[in-house]
């Protein structure tokens, strides 16, 4: 699976798994902000992404072209294309 899919799909089960006041979807849908990096990386990172550091999660969201305002990043769903990208 895809790293942009295992975000979404980390982000869809924030509210149901209870993590979402670590790393939740902002308002309106178009981005996700990690609240607490630190616990993140503790303790919602491994189940998803096999790695326990947030630079490499940072790294990883860099190489796909996420854009971040203060861990603020954005999902583009207007184009229909699922891109992340700018608010």
């Given at each position: 699976?895809?790293?942009?899919?295992k975000v979404y799909?980390?982000?869809?089960?924030?509210?149901?798994k209870?993590?979402?006041n670590i790393i939740?979807?902002?308002?309106?849908g178009?981005?996700?902000?990690?609240h607490?990096?630190?616990d993140?990386?503790?303790?919602?990172?491994?189940?998803y992404?096999?790695?326990?550091k947030?630079k490499?999660f940072q790294?990883?969201?860099?190489?796909y072209g996420?854009?971040?305002?203060i861990?603020v990043i954005?999902?583009e769903?207007?184009?229909?294309?699922g891109?992340f990208g700018?608010?």
């Amino acid at each position: 699976m895809s790293f942009p899919s295992k975000v979404y799909i980390m982000l869809e089960d924030a509210v149901d798994k209870g993590f979402e006041n670590i790393i939740s979807w902002q308002k309106g849908g178009r981005s996700f902000r990690v609240h607490h990096p630190e616990d993140f990386a503790q303790h919602v990172m491994q189940e998803y992404f096999q790695q326990t550091k947030f630079k490499s999660f940072q790294r990883q969201l860099n190489i796909y072209g996420y854009v971040s305002f203060i861990l603020v990043i954005c999902y583009e769903t207007s184009t229909g294309t699922g891109q992340f990208g700018m608010c």
